[in-house]
């Protein structure tokens, strides 16, 4: 059963794409395996490699905005 979408579920991205929070993924209950910016699931079901380059993203990022 499809969920619909609130407006706390989600936003825009400055490309004009539609991003899931965390609190909506979390939600859901399982990673889906699309590599979602917020997946609290810290990507259980993406394939390797891809994987561990998101994982490695999020590193990078969290460290840079932790710098600020």
């Known amino acids: 059963m ?3 979408l609130r407006g ?7 490309d004009g794409f539609v991003v899931l929070t ?3 993924l ?10 979602c910016k917020n997946c609290p ?5 993406v394939p390797e490699p891809r994987r561990t ?3 490695e993203q ?5 460290s840079n ?4």
């Open 22 to 24: 965390a609190k909506y």
């Open 8 to 14: 706390d579920d989600y936003y825009f991205n400055s």
């Open 26 to 35: 979390l939600e859901r209950g399982y990673c889906c395996g699309n590599g």
């Open 41 to 45: 699931y810290d990507y259980k079901a």
């Open 53 to 55: 380059r998101l994982l």
């Open 2 to 4: 499809k969920q619909e």
């Open 65 to 68: 905005d932790n710098a600020d």
């Open 58 to 62: 999020r590193k990078k990022s969290q």
